[in-house]
């Protein structure tokens, strides 16, 4: 497979668009990266400015891979954006692997969160805080706290870095010709 793939993750102060922000991006190549880059902003006036970025990353990637990307990470992109009178539709034509779907379609694992499937596949994987202390870390963030910001970027980092070993694990069962590039974006 010749194709560039991207892993990404986000993180956001709420599960909601319409009531939170995009705070955190990692993304991690691990074909050209060491290790992930995950940039996070400081002040929420600086979203534009990541969704931006983001946009110009994926644009070098043939496809993007996240979990649960399709149905979460993605939309809530699209909708920040869209409040932010930002064009990202572009991004809806990016080729999506969401592994999350590979699991649920495959596997008939118990639990397809991903710290649960990394467990089952003897990955290491540590979440730095839980998805409801990204906003509180956020608020301590904006206070001056860095070691607050830098919990953010942690578990930013270790999602895609989980990320990239979970499709390598995945990889054999993966027919890049099949549907699961063919949805892109959508949901079923």
């Not at 891979?65 to 920040?80: A, E, M, T, V």
Request: charge should be positive; proline fraction near 3%.
């Amino acid at each position: 497979m010749n194709q560039k793939i991207l892993m990404f993750d986000v993180e956001s102060t709420s599960i909601y668009s319409s009531s939170g922000s995009v705070i955190a991006i990692g993304i991690f190549d691990p074909q050209t990266m060491k290790e992930p880059f995950v940039k996070v902003i400081e002040d929420l006036n600086q979203e534009r400015e990541l969704l931006e970025w983001f946009k110009e990353k994926i644009r070098e990637y043939d496809i993007i891979c996240g979990w649960n990307s399709k149905s979460f990470d993605l939309p809530f992109i699209l909708g920040r954006a869209l409040q932010l009178n930002l064009d990202l539709s572009e991004l809806k034509e990016k080729a999506h692997l969401d592994l999350i779907e590979i699991s649920k379609e495959n596997f008939r694992f118990r639990s397809n969160r991903l710290e649960d499937v990394c467990k089952l596949l003897k990955i290491p994987y540590q979440r730095e805080i839980s998805g409801e202390e990204i906003a509180i870390n956020f608020m301590k963030g904006l206070k001056g706290n860095k070691e607050a910001i830098e919990k953010i970027r942690k578990r930013c980092s270790n999602d895609v870095i989980a990320l990239a070993k979970v499709f390598e694990k995945f990889k054999p069962y993966l027919n890049f010709q099949n549907n699961y590039l063919a949805r892109k974006t959508t949901n079923k």
